[in-house]
């Protein structure tokens, strides 16, 4: 995880500097591919009245950019802000991620999918014909009344090994 610290119109102290590594420590405590994380602290003296503004640009693999602006009168309160925001927002995400990781992908029976192990020692697999022969319409329906996210199947008309999954707009792609 890169990190960097920026800060603006603020001199930043060596504790201040530690405050914020050990706030990014914190955010490894998720386990999620943080690539990078961007603290840009600002200080603002608008109106006589002085106010800090920490900001933290929190890159994930395969995520969006999360961006996170938390200000207050101590730097510290605002930090803490900012963090208890961040570990919100990753806290979501990793729930979000183990759900759908964690969750079993429901059949019609057991007796409809093929055994591919056998009781017997001698061999380890089994081998089995599919009974999945469909028409690609039909095929279609069967994915659509299962929360399958595809299925190989027997082409009834041409014979041939086919596969219709689940696209991500909701629509269907075959093989």
């Known amino acids: 995880m890169n990190t960097s610290i920026v800060s603006k119109r603020i001199d930043l102290t060596e504790s201040m500097h530690e405050y914020v590594g050990k706030a990014f420590e914190q955010l490894q405590k998720y386990n999620l591919d943080i690539i990078a994380v961007k603290t840009i602290i600002e200080g603002d003296s608008k109106h006589g009245k002085p106010s800090v503004f920490v900001e933290f640009t929190i890159q994930l693999a395969h995520k969006d950019t999360v961006v996170i602006k938390q200000g207050d009168k101590d730097f510290y309160a605002a930090c803490d802000q900012a963090i208890d925001r961040a570990k919100k927002v990753l806290r979501r995400y990793k729930d979000k991620v183990s759900d759908k990781i964690g969750k079993e992908v429901p059949h019609k029976s057991e007796a409809d999918i093929p055994s591919l192990y056998s009781d017997n020692e001698e061999s380890e697999v089994l081998e089995t014909t599919p009974d999945f022969t469909f028409t690609t319409e039909e095929a279609v329906a069967y994915l659509k009344e299962t929360n ?28």
């Open 148 to 175: 399958l996210s595809f299925v190989a199947f027997s082409d009834k008309a041409s014979g041939k090994l086919r596969v219709i999954y689940r696209r991500k707009d909701g629509r269907f792609g075959l093989y």
